[in-house]
């Protein structure tokens, strides 16, 4: 069963969950049904608060983002077979330093990723939402490094992306931050490289705002990712050989030359009087297998004769778009849900049982009234209900999972076996 935000607010009504006397507005109902649910999931009693998830992890670049209703993975299986979870601290300690590219252990990368999946190479993005037409604001880096500013006077930190625009705008290479109004509907952001390709790096939930994800590495899935040739190169400095002159500030310049699956561009940063290039930065690095030798030209802009002392170096990546080739690892995560606030009409609540919800406003209500013994009542009423809906799903014999670490087992009630 699904039950959405819009629809609960209206079977609670219904219900008599909430005080029928004109003070209550429906974001009042909302407000008092995500206290609710907050409640029940931090209660430590609710035993929907942790759970399987099946899944994979693609072989691109190895990295799994939960989705952001999860807390964290408490323990995994890779292909069937148990792995040890290492923190975030763990290249830190004596004696180590960091996964090694034979190492089964799962690396806690943390959080604050707002995509499931960073681009292979810099692309320009495009968001898609049926029905919206506002926009949604990107930050991010260029693939030198660089913050990403826009429009070209570079007033404004980031990128502002229509919904349902054709791609636009700066090449990302790694995407910071995401800011996104709330939408009636899911909304997928894809990155779309020069070589024409795209691929989906985030799908966000209605309510979704601020996206943030906690990602996880696994060292194991990019051991499966297929050999192939040697990495090609990309542009990483640029300075003026020859000035040239008629250029003006913010030109895109294309490099001349070289063999290339995606020609590399600079962005003219400063100039002197007569239009001669005095600064540029790295627009789009580009992928060479074979580079072309300085000094190199450069074609576009409104000036000519410009020409540059450039450095390729090996690029991360052994495609230029899409990958052509990701496997799939599948894997097996025990993690820990975290409340989420239910904002957007079509967010659907993580419980669905109307017994526990209407218990769980109750509790809130008489929380509010100072009553502390109703609240607790109807606490553990809404975590009851919310329980048995679940139970119902298992078997009526299942067997637990139980590990006892004791060195004496004495009046303990353990029994020792050898």
Known sequence: MILTLDAAVAKLSAAKAFVEDGSMTNADKRSMINEALESILLSNRFIGSHGVLNTFVMSTTGIYSLPRQFLTVIAAKVNQSVRKMASQMYPFLPG???????????????????????????AQLRIQCT?????????????????????????????????NAAKAGAYFGTITRVVKPVTADQAFLFACYPDGTEEVIAVYEPGETMPDYRQYLFQEAILNRPQTSPSPVGLTTATPFSIGSGYSVNDILTVVGGTFSIAAQIKVEGVNGS?????????LPGSYPAPPTSPVSVAGGTGTNATFNMSFVSGASTFTGVDPNPIATPISLYVRRRHVDMVADNDVLPITNLRALKNGVLHIY??????????????D??????????????????????????????ATGLKSFR
Do not use: C, M
């Not at 930050?139 to 660089?146: P, Q, R, S, V």
């Open 96 to 122: 180590t330093t960091d996964l090694s590219q034979f190492s089964t252990n799962i690396q806690d990368i943390g959080d604050g990723s707002p995509v499931f999946k960073q681009p292979n190479t810099p």
């Open 275 to 283: 239009g001669g290039i005095t600064a540029v930065q790295i627009y």
């Open 131 to 163: 029905g919206e037409s506002s926009t949604v604001e990107i930050h991010g880096l260029d693939g030198a490094g660089n913050e990403i500013w826009s429009p070209p006077d570079t007033s404004t930190h980031g990128e502002i992306i229509t919904f």
């Open 366 to 379: 008489w929380e509010n009234q100072g009553d502390e013994t109703r609240s607790q009542k109807h606490l």
């Open 381 to 410: 009423d809404a975590i009851e209900w919310a329980n048995k809906e679940i139970k119902l799903y298992h078997p009526p014999f299942e067997e637990g999972a139980v590990r006892v670490n004791a060195s004496l087992t004495a």
